[in-house]
């Protein structure tokens, strides 16, 4: 069974900076992508960064101040975020998708994001 774990989420000022880990499990393939999603109350859930075996996207909202990278080996995932704005206050989700063998999307539990100015 695949299990994302996210850690790291917090509870910080604004302009203060976190950064959020997924580490993942029981998965014998590599992931296709990973990224972060995050919810706001009231809100949908929205993509904010994604990275594939040679790429990175950003939402505009995040871009210049949120960095993500991975650790392919161990398919663990980060995200650096710097300059946080009241507006980043969120649960934070890590995603990893998978397309060989089969196709399978995976969620993690999300971690919570609090940013106060």
């Known amino acids: 069974q695949v299990q994302l774990e996210e850690s790291g989420g917090g509870s910080v000022q604004a302009g203060e900076s976190l950064r959020l880990s997924c580490v993942t499990s029981g998965s014998k393939y590599s992931f296709d992508a990973m990224g972060w999603y995050r919810q706001a109350p009231g809100k949908q859930r929205e993509l904010v960064a994604t990275i594939t075996r040679g790429s990175t996207f950003y939402a505009d909202s995040v871009k210049g101040r949120f960095t993500i990278s991975r650790r392919n080996p161990t398919n663990t995932v980060y995200l650096q975020m710097n300059s946080l704005e009241p507006d980043d206050t969120a649960v934070y989700y890590c995603?990893?998708?998978?397309?060989?063998?089969?196709?399978?999307?995976?969620w993690g539990q999300g971690t919570q994001v609090t940013v106060s100015s």
């Open positions: 995603n990893a998708e998978q397309r060989i063998p089969f196709n399978a999307d995976y």
